[in-house]
């Protein structure tokens, strides 16, 4: 058992201060009369020890009431998990030909993006105790989520994420693994990976791809690399001056020799993915190569004690008010 504000504790050791200094504030109450004749009768009634049990239940709820302020609490459901302590970064691409749609989702015919998100939900899904951040990139790149354990704001977020607008659609590479970076220098963890996934080349940004994979391999930051779509022509949908959905075929060649260096350099490893079971593959290789398990216990959930407490305070408290005012009163 514990309790979930133990400071209110102290109070109880005001109660015998305020008990002994009751016992010392006022006078012995006594009734006057003009002659002993007058209370001749009663003067071998013994002494009642009503006031005294009085008082100690009024002590008493106090008390009961000072533990239910302190909110006591029973953990139940004792379990033990496996935490791995490791920091991830999720860098996806939204260039324009992310709307690449080459890749089936139950049956269906769905773009690169759609099917990244999928895929990227389920690698969540499965790591609960590592906080997770995501960063997007086109032809810039910015923090779409930061590092967190709330996975459920974390896939909000993926979730709100689209293809670039035309004029914004290139791919900055080096810019993505440098905003990764950036959420992770700060952090103490032993273990830091990024995980890149891209289907171009970098063609925008201030920052060279390798020149930030040097930082990452500074930083002992691992950086796995996916490179996502068929190879040559790629169906970029479009719709025509009638509303009719037709696709145009666009040539998309992945820098997978620049991507190789990356995660050589760091670490990590490159990864080809041009078919939904490939890209799922890929994340649950990742997913068992990143693992440092660590046995730790963990409450499920906690019952609270504070109707045990308060409810036998207030029972006590309307047994001493009832006393008080029934078969024990006193004369005023």
Same mark, same amino acid.
């Given at each position: 058992m514990t309790f979930a504000h133990p400071y209110f504790l102290l109070l109880l050791l005001l109660l015998p201060v305020l008990a002994w200094l009751k016992g010392k504030v006022g006078f012995q109450p006594a009734f006057l009369y003009s002659s002993v004749q007058l209370v001749r009768g009663i003067t071998g009634i013994t002494r009642s020890r009503a006031g005294s049990i009085l008082l100690k239940l009024r002590w008493l709820a106090l008390g009961l009431?000072?533990? %239910? +302020? /302190?909110?006591p609490q029973l953990g139940e459901g004792e379990t033990k998990i496996t935490a791995s302590g490791i920091d991830i970064v999720l860098a996806i691409d939204l260039s324009g030909s992310m709307s690449s749609e080459d890749f089936q989702l139950r049956g269906q015919r769905v773009n690169r993006l759609m099917i990244a998100k999928d895929v990227l939900q389920q690698f969540i899904a499965k790591r609960p105790n590592d906080r997770i951040g995501l960063v997007a990139f086109a032809t810039d790149a910015y923090i779409a989520a930061p590092l967190t354990l709330d996975h459920d704001f974390l896939l909000q977020n993926l979730d709100r994420l689209e293809i670039a607008a035309p004029g914004k659609d290139q791919t900055a590479i080096g810019s993505a693994l440098a905003a990764a970076l950036n959420r992770l220098r700060e952090l103490k963890w032993k273990s830091k990976i990024v995980i890149l996934m891209t289907d171009g080349q970098?063609? /925008?940004?201030?920052?060279?791809?390798?020149? %930030? %994979? @040097?930082?990452? @391999?500074? +930083?002992a930051v691992k950086v796995y690399t996916i490179g996502v779509g068929t190879r040559g022509l790629a169906p970029i949908p479009y719709i025509d001056a009638f509303g009719r959905k037709g696709y145009k075929q666009q040539p998309v060649d992945i820098d997978e020799d620049t991507l190789t260096q990356i995660a050589r350099r760091t670490g990590g490893k490159y990864y080809r993915a041009d078919k939904t079971e490939s890209l799922r593959s890929v994340y649950e290789e990742i997913d068992q190569l990143e693992k440092t398990e660590v046995e730790v216990k963990k409450y499920q959930r906690y019952r609270e004690l504070f109707p045990l407490v308060a409810l036998p305070g207030l029972v006590v408290l309307l047994l001493e008010v009832i006393l008080n005012h029934t078969v024990w009163r006193k004369l005023p």
């Open positions: 009431f000072i533990l %239910a +302020l /302190a909110r970098n063609n /925008a940004g201030k920052v060279p791809p390798l020149t %930030a %994979a @040097e930082a990452a @391999e500074t +930083l």
